[in-house]
């Protein structure tokens, strides 16, 4: 059985600070990681993915996450954040024997001028 | 190109209509997927297409039904939906659907469904 938890509905940031969206996974063999953002009435972009290899995954628009196997974690990061980040953010998981992926209840990112 | 196409952008239909969601991928990815979301809400996975065979299909009631085509094409046929059914549905494609690739998927803007 794979899962994903995403504990904050949500974030709230200023403008130019640094934002972390988090996400926690459960999986039985290796897991496949996914960030996507989804913009209101849009469908979902994708942003990054871990699949094996370094433990931070540098993705598009600047972001970044860190895959930490000890704490089952995979966490959203940006240095510095623009008020165009604002949008749902969803993490997935895929185990690696299964051709499911399962999203996280989302977690929605305001970044305030 | 990392389009995915999808029509009608909005549709409206009675419970008694029968409707067509249509999904266009040229990127030559040999997996397609159907989801379903409502507001706020994670996508929910109803169908999988690999090789342009149904491979998932995640106990979606009858009233729906998938037609993959070709390797580019996916439909969804709605018959006699009820007004729970009203959501957006999403298609997505990717290189692949399993195994240890880990292929990310590429999603359409929707179609927005409202049952009436």
């Known amino acids: 059985a794979q899962s994903v938890a995403q504990p904050e509905d949500q974030v709230n940031v200023a403008e130019g600070n640094p934002l972390t969206v988090k996400c926690t996974y459960s999986v039985s063999g290796n897991p496949y990681l996914f960030w996507y953002v989804q913009y209101p009435n849009r469908g979902l972009q994708f942003l990054l993915k871990?699949?094996?290899?370094?433990?931070l995954v540098k993705g598009s628009y600047g972001f970044e996450a860190e895959f930490n196997k000890s704490q089952t974690s995979f966490h959203l990061k940006k240095p510095s954040a623009l008020v165009s980040d604002s949008a749902l953010y969803f993490c997935?998981?895929?185990?690696?024997?299964?051709?499911?992926?399962?999203f996280g209840t989302g977690t929605k990112l305001q970044v305030i001028p | 190109d990392t389009e995915v196409t999808q029509t009608p952008k909005h549709l409206v239909m009675g419970m008694t209509n029968k409707k067509s969601l249509k999904c266009e991928q040229h990127?030559?990815?040999?997996?397609m997927y159907w989801y379903k979301q409502k507001a706020k809400k994670p996508p929910e996975l109803m169908f999988v297409?690999?090789?342009?065979?149904?491979?998932i299909n995640e106990s979606v009631p009858s009233r729906f039904s998938p037609e993959c085509p070709n390797s580019s094409l996916l439909n969804l046929h709605l018959h006699a939906l009820q007004p729970e059914d009203s959501a957006l549905y999403l298609c997505a494609s990717s290189q692949g659907s399993g195994g240890t690739e880990g292929y990310e998927q590429y999603f359409g803007p929707g179609t927005r469904l409202t049952v009436t």
């Open positions: 997935a998981v895929r185990d690696g024997g299964y051709q499911k992926v399962t």
């Open positions: 297409y690999s090789y342009e065979k149904l491979s």
């Open positions: 990127m030559g990815h040999r997996a």
């Open positions: 871990y699949i094996t290899g370094d433990n």
